[in-house]
């Protein structure tokens, strides 16, 4: 007689965590998608005119912190950066599986 290794409840976490799985390559696929809308490395097309980052000197960054100087640019500013890193860190986040061991 075959002995079953596996409970009801054993399968039912291994199924819930093939549930995670699919989430988590819908996620990647989601984030990879508004990662080819932005052009250039942190969403170019959003930043205020004049401003690209990284930036490259530091005669660029003066006129960085010259723009910055104006708050609406720094409003900008900001809320790209904080769109970018909430990107990066969904990305990061969908990558790591959590083990309960």
Request: charged share 20%.
């Amino acid at each position: 007689m075959p002995i079953n290794l596996f409970t009801g409840r054993d399968i039912a976490i291994l199924h819930s965590l093939e549930e995670i799985k699919q989430e988590q390559r819908e996620i990647k696929i989601m984030l990879a998608t508004l990662m080819q809308r932005q052009s250039g490395p942190v969403g170019s097309a959003d930043l205020p005119d004049g401003v690209t980052l990284p930036v490259a000197n530091v005669e660029a960054m003066h006129a960085l912190e010259e723009k910055l100087r104006d708050h609406t640019t720094m409003r900008v500013m900001v809320c790209t950066i904080l769109y970018f890193f909430t990107l990066v860190f969904v990305f990061i986040s969908s990558s790591i599986v959590f083990s309960p061991w």
